[in-house]
């Protein structure tokens, strides 16, 4: 087939329409297979359709009972039909069977809606793991901008994911505290831009072990982070004086956290023994415990009335940890 074709484009007699001579994509002694290209005016541009014919043929001459077959695709059946074929001839190119994803390099979109996200990043990973792809692309602006966005792009995913699953836990009536544990080991960034890392020490004396150890940006200081179960009572109210106060798991789990905190600051002045890089120099700490979703707003308030009486200790529940993880997400995705 010629790779140069010639259109003469003409207006049909009802001149609701425009259409150009039959094109013949196949013909054979069998059969005979045409398409008549038909454009329609629309005030936002021209349209396409597509009128397909079929003939048989019968000793090299077009069979006439029941033939020719003939229907029309619209203009959106004719763009879906180019993608399909389009995709179709990149496929073959693999000359293999297996499973295939095709996208489109044009910035108009994957199509990747309502495909399984592991399977994708399975297909995905390959290319972009691949040194001589990320240098080329790393070598132009537009490359660049593209490596930006994938970075980010998977980023924001991850962070959606575990923040997703934090609120599954929590919904789900969870209340195993290793659960968060391992879920705050994998995502110390819960906790702020205030830190930018989260320590595997977690012994800091002996006998003392704590939850997690944070980086503070600004020096480099460790801070804890201590978890306790979500199902746990957090403050109380007092009828008698009309006021709230923490509740007991709550004050035994400060004055752990004040052990914790003398040992950090004793034993890490000048770096821990075994991890001199662990830095830690007047530290604070950092409870999670319990649930606030139902609470009102003046037990809210209550809250952060006591913590401002703390010092070097603050106290948040787990939904406040979710909502900070949320408005994080938010910030990051603009």
């Known amino acids: 087939m010629a790779d140069d074709r010639q259109f003469s484009r003409r207006q049909a007699q009802s001149q609701r329409v425009s ?3 039959p094109i013949v994509v196949a013909n054979t002694a069998q059969r005979r297979f045409e398409v008549v290209p038909q454009y329609i005016s629309r005030s936002e541009g021209d349209q396409v359709s597509a009128k397909l014919v079929y003939y048989k043929k019968r000793e090299g001459h077009i069979f006439g009972h029941g033939f020719p077959v003939e229907f029309t695709l619209n203009h959106e059946e004719v763009k879906e039909l180019k993608r399909v074929l389009e995709e ?6 693999g000359r293999q069977d297996g499973d295939f994803l095709v996208l489109r390099l044009d910035g108009t979109g994957t ?5 399984d996200p592991i399977a994708v990043g399975k297909a995905i990973a390959p290319l972009v793991a691949n040194e001589e792809v990320l240098r080329s692309l790393a070598d132009t602006a537009d490359g660049a901008d593209l490596l930006k966005d994938v970075q980010s792009s998977v980023r924001l995913t991850e962070l959606s994911l575990a923040i997703e699953q934090l609120r599954v836990n929590l919904d789900g009536g969870e209340t195993k505290e290793q659960c968060y544990q391992e879920w705050c080991e994998r995502h110390g960034w819960v906790f702020g831009n205030v830190y930018t890392m989260r320590d595997e020490v977690r012994t800091i004396a002996l006998g003392d072990s704590v939850d997690g150890l944070l980086a503070q940006t600004a020096n480099g200081f460790r801070d804890i982070f201590e978890l306790k179960r979500p199902s746990m009572t957090v403050i109380r109210y007092d009828e008698a004086h009309k006021s709230w106060y923490w509740g007991r798991d709550v004050s035994m789990a400060i004055g752990q956290c004040h052990r914790y905190l003398d040992a950090l600051h004793e034993g890490a002045a000048n770096g821990l023994r075994d991890h001199p890089e662990v830095v830690a120099y007047h530290p604070r700490a950092i409870l999670v415990i319990g649930r606030s979703h139902d609470w009102p707003a003046d037990q809210i308030k209550a809250l952060h009335g006591l913590n401002a009486r703390l010092h070097g200790i603050s106290v948040m529940t787990y939904d406040q940890l979710l909502a900070q993880a949320e408005q994080l997400f938010a910030t990051l995705k603009g």
Do not use: I, M, W
């Open 19 to 21: 259409f150009t001579d």
């Open 88 to 93: 179709s001839l990149v496929v073959a190119e």
């Open 111 to 115: 199509g990747l809606s309502g495909q």
